[in-house]
């Protein structure tokens, strides 16, 4: 069992829809990372959290710590928002490093 | 302000071969990285850098594989006697600390790495 669990593996949507991608973890953690990855590769960090709840834009990112679980959400859904979200956590005692999940392809169809 | 940035973009390389893999982190950035992702698979890590301190290299898959930072800033990835299994993108990362604190990582572009 990977130590972080991403559902669905795969989502389609349509344009303006509500989008919610679940985290689960096994292992006690210092932050939780949610990270987009475009078509083409590249990386960019979305959010870091080990509480609550963060909101960036149409985006927002929750955890509960107690029960080990994160979701990212998407507010009007655009097909820009097409990517694949990776779910990864960091433990201060492992120098943060990241340890992902297998990671979330979303399309959004206009 | 720049980025990461890594070097080669793509690299193409017989098996038995040596590479490197380079990647210049965020001036400043103490926490230097290196994630490997292959083809069809997740994100990996791979080995760590946190200012002077020895490296922890717990993620290397095989003794073919070694890194140094010089100076606390570049850093390179070696790869000795290639295999088709090397073949994947590799990522580099910096952040301002990796100990004592948790802050937000940066990634490079990747380095595609593809054995033949």
């Known amino acids: 069992k990977n130590e972080v669990e991403q559902s669905p593996q795969n989502l389609t949507a349509q344009e303006g829809e509500f989008i919610t991608i679940n985290c689960s973890y096994s292992v006690g953690i210092s932050a939780l990372h949610w990270l987009q990855q475009h078509p083409g590769g590249g990386i960019v960090s979305l959010f870091m959290?080990?509480?609550g709840k963060k909101k960036h834009g149409r985006l927002i990112a929750t955890i509960n710590i107690q029960e080990k679980h994160s979701s990212l959400h998407i507010t009007a859904s655009h097909p820009r928002d097409s990517a694949v979200y990776i779910c990864a956590h960091s433990q201060e005692t492992s120098g943060s490093r990241l340890t992902f999940g297998e990671g979330t392809q979303l399309t959004v169809n206009p | 302000g720049a980025g990461v940035s890594q070097s080669p973009s793509n690299k193409v390389t017989e098996k038995g071969k040596d590479v490197e893999l380079r990647c210049d982190p965020i001036?400043?950035?103490?926490?230097l990285y290196w994630y490997r992702q292959s083809l069809g698979q997740g994100l990996e890590f791979l080995i760590y850098?946190?200012?002077?301190?020895?490296?922890?290299k717990s993620g290397l898959p095989s003794d073919r594989f070694s890194a140094e930072r010089t100076g606390g800033s570049v850093s390179t990835l070696t790869i000795q006697r290639t295999q088709q299994e090397d073949s994947a993108v590799y990522l580099c990362a910096s952040s301002l600390l990796g100990l004592g604190g948790i802050y937000e990582q940066y990634f490079g572009p990747g380095t595609r790495l593809t054995v033949t």
């Open positions: 850098f946190q200012g002077n301190s020895a490296p922890d």
């Open positions: 001036s400043g950035h103490t926490a």
């Open positions: 959290l080990s509480s």
